[in-house]
């Protein structure tokens, strides 16, 4: 069964920080650029940083760049993201998406990707 499961959210105070992790079973997460999206409450869910299927390659939202960083451990088959200096706007359910592209098109179209998993909630104290 082809698989992405989420761990590492949860309730932190502003300024804090959270790494999530996404775990692939099933297939072999090297081969897939990877991706997290995240979804507030009442919103669109959004691209956040994606990375390339070797590693070389890595883009992020204006709203996070020097804030969070992603990073990919393919023996492991887990991406992850350091999320550091947390908002309360950061808060939403964060989700790890995989495409068939190791070299993403284009990476915040949910379009390009064919798995997803179930998505951890990232919770943001002020």
């Known amino acids: 069964q082809l698989q992405l499961v989420e761990s590492g959210g949860g309730l932190v105070q502003s300024g804090g920080s959270l790494r999530l992790a996404c775990t692939a079973s099933?297939?072999?997460?090297?081969?897939?650029?990877m991706a997290w999206f995240r979804q507030a409450p009442g919103k669109e869910r959004e691209g956040v940083s994606s990375?390339?299927?070797?590693?070389?390659?890595?883009e992020y939202a204006d709203s996070v760049k020097g804030r969070f960083t992603i990073s990919r451990d393919n023996a492991e088959n887990t991406v992850y993201l350091q999320m550091n200096s947390l908002k309360p706007e950061d808060i939403a359910i964060y989700y790890c998406?995989?495409?068939?592209?190791?070299?993403?098109?284009?990476?915040?179209?949910?379009?390009?990707?064919?798995?997803w998993g179930q998505g951890t909630q990232v919770t943001v104290s002020s």
């Open positions: 998406a995989a495409s068939r592209h190791p070299r993403l098109n284009s990476w915040t179209s949910e379009y390009e990707y064919d798995f």
């Open positions: 990375i390339s299927s070797s590693g070389g390659t890595t």
């Open positions: 099933g297939f072999t997460l090297g081969y897939y650029g």
